[in-house]
């Protein structure tokens, strides 16, 4: 899977808005714009259709290096790829069964032939869960605030209060935004999580917990041994 990039002088006071994909970035950005009128841009160039781009505040230029002064006032940039400098960082979490699970559906929907072993075992475009986390260190890394996927859609009340207190922005709607479901562009961009999700296999629990246990464990996040009893 290629993921069309380019080269872009980004400015110094730009935060990112950093996950693994499928854990909340989109949802965010809706969260941003909804309650503090922020639009945001991302390092992909045409990465959202219309409706769910209106839906979010997305600015497309952002991603052509084009940047006007109200967008530099605060430049917020999605980016799923990991760390390449140390400018401020949002960064989302969800546990890695559902985002594993959750970007295989999307990308099975969007026509590319990617297999949940090959997501699982970190050989996909954007590496591994847990190796994406461990890059990113969101608990230890300066200027950054962690948040949690669970989070986002089951505390809105703490989630703007934390965005508030990073930003240094009182919000000017406190009233969390629609959830939609945006047909054509992959499975529920902005409600994941609405619909049950696959099931791995035996097999792809006893590899996913081998290979991301650890970080499962670090951040209180069962394990399938521990989900079986």
Known sequence: MAVEQRTVVW????????????SGNTYLRSILWTCFGLQTGSIYPNDLSLDVAQHVGH??????????????????VKTHEWPVDG????????NGRDSCCSLHQFLRASGYDV????????QAYFGSWSSHFLAWDPQAR???LFLRFEQLTKDFEGTLDQLAGFLEMRPLHAAPPKLIAAPGVGPHWLSPGSTRGEAMTNAQEAQFDRLHGHVMARLGYPTARARSR
């Open 11 to 22: 400015p110094d006071n730009m935060v990112w808005l950093a996950s693994y994909p499928r």
């Open 59 to 76: 600015f497309e230029r952002a991603a052509h290096g084009l940047f006007p002064a109200d967008f530099l006032q605060l430049p917020l």
């Open 87 to 94: 400018r401020r960082a949002i960064y989302i979490v969800r």
């Open 115 to 122: 297999d949940l072993d090959t997501i699982i075992a970190g």
């Open 142 to 144: 300066p200027n950054t």
